[in-house]
């Protein structure tokens, strides 16, 4: 009798300790989950991040507008993947010029690199418009139609090409430097070898003002000009002063002919290998850290010209006249390439400068 008792009694307890625990009071019970729905999110975009470090390379010095630009896009990368994006720099031309660092991201050996627009119409032929003389009067214009539908169908032409354009930076209004004489006029240009971009529009353009345009590497300028192989050479005054040329080039003429915007480049074989998460902090980065590039560019050529005053360059203006009267001879040039690049991207682009002027 009391063996049965007892097997009933134990019975009774296991049956207990069975019901708690479907109740969930059994003390091995795993507990209920107390994250939130914006929790689980940031959790499953975070699963989607992979430790990564990208090669992000320029042509200009770590101390320019572009390489502190570059030094605000890595900080932006790591703090929004949580340090697990990791951007090192090269700049002053490391990894090479801006066409093999170009090709090197083409070929996937380099995931980003930010180049000048003008060699890139060896790649996009229609790049060549933003080379026309005098086209833009201001940084402000020349923003309204980049981060506008022109600037955008020139950066959805990259893909094809094994690029993908994020945004653009600023490199600036571009003056002219030389050991010869002051430039004031169109015919001073005359004679001149001058030291270019390998751009066609450039090229033909100072061939028309009378000067001998020379393409050149731009890690091999300096030299060159310390050398005489060339005369002068065309940068917007950060470059100038960041590169001091000041030191081999005694006059600077604010002849401000073309503005020449940056190109933030990905390498396409690395951009297909990233998540939807991955792509958007790189966007988002490039697109803040470019606001930030642009107005500090601004401010440095501003406080440039001083200071290049201050090191010794006889500085002197063109007059609106005059840059209309090279505007003229440049213009045959100008409807060459506008029939080449094709008329109605062309159109496109002078009714959002005048939409901008408005």
């Not at 507990?31 to 689980?40: D, L």
């Not at 001058?194 to 066609?200: G, P």
Request: glycine content about 8%.
């Amino acid at each position: 009798m009391k063996k049965w008792v007892n097997r009933l009694s134990a019975g009774v307890l296991v049956s207990s300790m069975l019901a708690l625990s479907a109740c969930g009071g059994g003390g091995n019970q795993t507990a209920p989950s107390s994250s939130t729905p914006e929790a689980s999110k940031e959790q499953a975009a975070d699963s989607k991040i992979k430790e990564r470090t990208i090669k992000a390379g320029i042509g200009l010095n770590e101390d320019h507008p572009q390489g502190q630009g570059l030094k605000k896009f890595a900080e932006l990368v790591a703090e929004k993947s949580g340090g697990k994006i990791k951007v090192q720099n090269f700049y002053a031309a490391q990894l090479g010029d801006d066409k093999k660092m170009t090709e090197a991201l083409q070929g996937g050996l380099q995931e980003i690199t930010i180049p000048s627009t003008s060699p890139m119409t060896g790649i996009v032929k229609e790049y060549s418009i933003l080379d026309f003389p005098f086209l833009f009067n201001n940084g402000e214009e020349a923003d309204a139609v980049l981060d506008g539908p022109v600037g955008q169908q020139l950066l959805d032409k990259l893909p094809d090409h094994g690029l993908i354009g994020l945004t653009y930076w600023e490199n600036g209004f571009r003056n002219l430097t030389n050991s010869k004489r002051p430039v004031e006029k169109a015919e001073d240009f005359q004679g001149l070898k001058i030291r270019t971009m390998q751009n066609a529009v450039h090229l033909e353009a100072f061939a028309k003002l009378g000067a001998n345009p020379t393409p050149m590497a731009f890690s091999e300028v300096f030299t060159a000009l310390e050398s005489k192989t060339v005369d002068g050479q065309e940068n917007p005054l950060a470059t100038i002063e960041s590169n001091k040329f000041y030191e081999v080039q005694p006059y600077l003429s604010m002849t401000q002919h073309v503005y020449t915007p940056f190109a933030f480049l990905v390498s396409k074989k690395f951009w297909d290998q990233l998540s939807d998460e991955e792509k958007a902090i790189l966007k988002d980065s490039a697109i803040e850290a470019g606001k930030y590039q642009r107005e500090l560019n601004r401010q440095v050529n501003g406080e440039a010209l001083e200071r290049l005053k201050a090191a010794g360059m006889k500085v002197n203006e063109v007059s609106a006249e005059e840059k209309a009267k090279m505007n003229e001879i440049i213009k045959p040039v100008i409807d060459k390439f506008a029939a080449e690049i094709g008329e109605d991207l062309v159109k496109q682009l002078y009714a959002e400068i005048e939409k901008a002027r408005k």
